[in-house]
């Protein structure tokens, strides 16, 4: 990249010029990444490297000239991949190297995750850890042999530096191609050894799955600051999930744990106190120093947590949180056509965090003789909290905080909040991070799902047209003629046929967008994208799922079982979708299949449950049968988007809706197993029928 200080202006007019007169190879000024669409890519169109995208141009050219190849993978929101181009990429002398011994490829993580996971499980296999940017060298045949993170150019702090290991790996690959062969073979073998029986020989004992994974979380937990471990902190908001979950089991601590931890990322500095949202995870054990990163699948997980947590207290604070990630994703990510982006930056000015931090002369410039107060309550000071500046906090509740200094609460929470939005208001004069502009197909099936959810359980029916615009523009948009779902959209489509998280976190928001209009259009939708699952990721023999569809590019081989990670496991996420769908439609067969969706992870569950909360939850699922609410009549009236609300803050346990749309009067029929009870049509019945039941 050049040396722009506004990288989303830099990104933009790469995106924004004639590329038509250009050479295939970018010319003088750019490499061949000029003609890519992902943000990432075109952060690196003006390398001196040669870089090329992933595809056949590039492993051509390893095979004719019998070179290595550096696969390099990041995102656009990636510091250190930014520290490391910068360093390393942007560098003539790195770059001569990698262009006379190395073919030189450039992934997006995002657009490609079948390669990231591949290639993130070599380096897990090599280094027992992994992360971004993430540099593989393997052989013309995509075969890796080594694999490295960050490095910077020269070795110094006890860290091997970029250069001496290029020209050793240089120097091996001409002089010892034996050592090569060697090292991917092993590689190769441990991937093929880590992948486990496809099925565990006998049903698991989920209770004891379960008081394993709580004992687990009760042993890392965070009683003072909340949170799972050290620093770096991350929200997990799996485990918080699952914690909550764990109430309807009644486990009051392990609601408490998930609570606490909600309470304090709100207070926290990973919390955005102006704009709202979290950022990705905190530096620190205490929530006060973010990874300024802000990624749409971390406010759509929280989102649906702590709507979830709502659901289960009535406490209006965790409402609140949904509804400020909700303000935050509207106006910061949300794309005129009611699609998300998929992230906003850490950096700008090349500086992380110089968008959020603030001095507090400018603090008081800005608010005046407000600035005492609001000072005192977000913890800004004189000598910051953050490299001599601050990272707005709220570590003390309103109520408490107002009781301490003996404050009307009304009237101090009135001038908190215009504080906050003159805040905000001078805060976007500065300049922005760069936005990736990248609309991914899982990641907005997360977001329509937390938006549908929380249409119902707060009785916000705006909340539903914004998931069902979502919903519209993804289906329009990212949907081949023949019906093939695709991963990304920018200025267009990707070719990139979408994977199983595409298809499986699509349809299940989708699915929740049914649950919360009734509107049948939905309920066909996500049929269709139910029925690609089953044409494309299932094989037909075995019943066995695979994350990336038979019609699509294959990795080398296969490796070990998805998990639950930043996003919920594809096949956890498949399993609950056909469940859910069996139910609803009375197809039996579709039973069979989501339990296939979980059988070559059960020994992983057994293992490691707290890596398969998602599983271990649908897994208890599948051994019940669920509480079915079927709705007759004027289902699209505000008195059924009323009822269904009503019926859904009673959390009841393991619900599937029904509907039936027709000339008749409203009416919802509940069933348990066992009993169905005599239908209601309004509100004060269904409360009432629940009250006795």
Request: with cysteine; glycine share 8%; net charge negative.
């Amino acid at each position: 990249m050049t040396s722009s200080i506004d990288t989303a202006a830099y990104v933009a007019s790469l995106m924004a010029i004639d590329k038509t007169p250009l050479p295939d190879d970018g010319g003088e000024r750019f490499n061949r990444l000029i003609f890519a669409r992902s943000p990432y890519l075109l952060q690196h169109a003006e390398n001196p490297v040669a870089w090329y995208e992933w595809g056949p141009a590039a492993f051509d050219k390893a095979h004719t000239e019998n070179l290595p190849i550096l696969l390099s993978i990041g995102y656009a929101t990636c510091h250190w991949c930014h520290v490391m181009a910068h360093e390393s990429f942007e560098d003539e002398e790195v770059a001569a190297l990698l262009n006379r011994h190395f073919v030189c490829i450039k992934v997006d993580r995002e657009e490609r995750p079948d390669i990231d996971d591949f290639y993130m499980a070599v380096a897990q296999a090599l280094t027992g850890s992994g992360g971004w940017p993430l540099n593989i060298f393997m052989t013309p045949e995509k075969r890796p042999f080594m694999a490295i993170t960050y490095l910077p150019k020269r070795s110094g702090r006890g860290m091997s530096g970029l250069m001496e290991l290029l020209g050793n790996i240089a120097t091996l690959w001409r002089q010892r191609p034996d050592m090569i062969e060697k090292n991917c073979q092993g590689i190769m073998e441990a991937l093929e050894s880590g992948r486990k029986q496809r099925a565990h020989e006998n049903a698991p004992d989920l209770t004891a799955i379960a008081e394993k994974a709580l004992q687990t979380l009760k042993r890392i937990y965070d009683p003072t600051h909340g949170g799972f471990g050290g620093a770096p902190k991350f929200p997990m908001p799996m485990y918080l999930s699952w914690l909550i979950g764990q109430t309807q089991s009644g486990s009051e601590e392990a609601l408490a744990m998930a609570l606490h931890t909600l309470r304090k990322m709100r207070g926290g500095g990973i919390w955005d106190q102006l704009g709202g949202g979290l950022h990705r995870y905190s530096v620190d054990q205490f929530w006060l120093a973010p990874h300024f990163e802000k990624m749409l699948y971390d406010q759509a997980m929280l989102a649906r947590v702590a709507t979830d947590a709502f659901l289960t207290t009535g406490e209006l604070f965790y409402q609140t949180i949904t509804e400020e990630i909700f303000t935050f994703v509207i106006r910061e990510l949300q794309t005129a056509e009611g699609a998300f982006c998929s992230a906003l930056d850490a950096d700008s000015e090349g500086v992380e965090g110089k968008f959020y931090v603030w001095d507090k002369s400018e603090v008081a410039a800005c608010l005046g003789a407000d600035a005492e107060l609001f000072c005192r309550y977000h913890t800004v000071t004189d000598e910051g909290n953050f490299e001599g500046e601050n990272i707005l906090t709220a570590p003390i509740a309103l109520d408490e905080f107002c009781r301490q200094q003996r404050l009307n609460k009304s009237e101090t929470g009135e001038l908190l909040e215009r504080c906050r939005a003159k805040l905000l208001k001078h805060r976007e004069e500065r300049i922005r991070p760069l936005r990736d502009d990248k609309i991914i197909t899982s990641w907005n099936g997360l977001m329509i799902s937390a938006f549908a959810t929380a249409a119902v359980a707060f009785n916000k029916p705006e909340y539903a047209d914004t998931a069902a615009r979502t919903a519209t523009f993804i289906i329009e948009r990212l949907r081949r003629n023949d019906g093939r779902v695709l991963r990304s959209y920018l200025n267009g489509a990707s070719d990139i046929p979408g994977f199983l998280e595409d298809y499986a976190f699509l349809a299940g928001g989708i699915l929740d967008l049914f649950e919360a209009t009734l509107d049948q259009n939905w309920l066909a939708e996500a049929r269709t994208l139910a029925d690609g699952i089953m044409n494309l990721f299932r094989d037909p023999e075995s019943g066995e799922f695979t994350l990336t569809g038979h019609d699509a590019e294959q990795m080398p081989t296969r490796v070990s079982s998805d998990h639950d990670g930043v996003t919920p496991s594809a096949f956890a996420r498949t399993a609950h979708l056909l469940y859910r769908l069996a139910w609803i439609d009375d197809r039996p067969e579709l039973l069979d299949a989501a339990r296939s969706a979980l059988d070559g992870i059960q020994n992983d569950v057994v293992q490691n449950p707290l890596g398969h909360l998602g599983a271990l939850q649908l897994l208890a699922l599948l051994a019940t049968e669920p509480t079915t609410a079927t709705f007759s009549g004027d289902t699209g009236s505000p008195e059924a988007f009323a009822l269904n609300a009503a019926l859904h803050n009673h959390s009841i346990r393991n619900l599937i809706i029904r509907s039936k749309k027709g000339p008749a009067p409203l009416s919802l029929s509940l069933c348990v197993p066992g009993t169905c009870y005599p239908a209601v049509a309004t509100v004060d019945e269904l409360t009432r029928l629940l009250s006795k039941s």
